[in-house]
């Protein structure tokens, strides 16, 4: 913008040049007048280009070491059965104890077997329909933890990372937390 309104309106450099007499006039020496500088002066120092590799300092991609990935298996599993876990584990998801408490069904009853309050509980260890389901999940949890499924109460079973990928299948594999009875699912 400077640049060309300098050029225009008269370039201090360029009115010597039009001025020959200023400067002692014929036959002074041609070499002492200053030459208006031309773009291909600049190109040297201007238009190198961008260096190769600028702004980078490794080629590595920064990986988060496995030990502190959050979750692990549920990180690993897909969004839509790891939103559902953590749904789950909040309590916070389709049982009839948590419609109930947010008024969307009037009694906490269980909609399948008519059990009066339908919990995680309920519907990881008495619901029979899902027998085979959750003798898979709690022989899985022994293995891991020791515990049985009569000594593991469903909150602990979903703070213990090691019996993540048992309760994702168990998710995977029954309706918990995804389906309420009745078509519709909400
Ligand atoms: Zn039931």
Redesign the pocket.
């Known amino acids: 913008m400077g640049k060309d309104r300098g050029r225009e309106a008269g370039h201090p450099w360029g009115r010597v040049a039009e001025l020959p007499s200023a400067n002692g006039g014929p036959g002074g020496a041609p070499d002492t007048v200053p030459r208006q500088p031309q773009a291909g002066d600049f190109r040297e120092e201007v238009g190198g280009g961008t260096p190769v590799g600028w702004g980078r300092t490794s080629k590595k991609k920064y990986r988060m070491p496995n030990s502190q990935k959050p979750g692990g298996a549920v990180a690993n599993s897909s969004k839509r059965i790891a939103s559902r876990f953590y749904q789950v584990k909040t309590g916070h998801c389709l049982t009839g104890q948590y419609l109930n408490w947010t008024k969307n069904r009037p009694t906490p009853q ?1 909609w ?4 009066r309050t ?1 919990t995680r509980d ?2 990881s260890k ?2 029979p329909e899902w027998k085979p389901q959750q003798k898979i999940l709690w022989a899985e949890v022994k293995k891991e933890t020791g515990k049985g499924k009569d000594r593991c109460k469903v909150r602990d079973l979903l703070a213990d990372g090691r019996c993540s990928q048992a309760v994702l299948d168990f998710l995977l594999t029954t309706d918990v937390g995804r389906r309420v009875a009745g078509g519709g699912g909400g």
């Open positions: 269980c399948w077997c008519r059990y339908q309920h519907l008495e619901r």
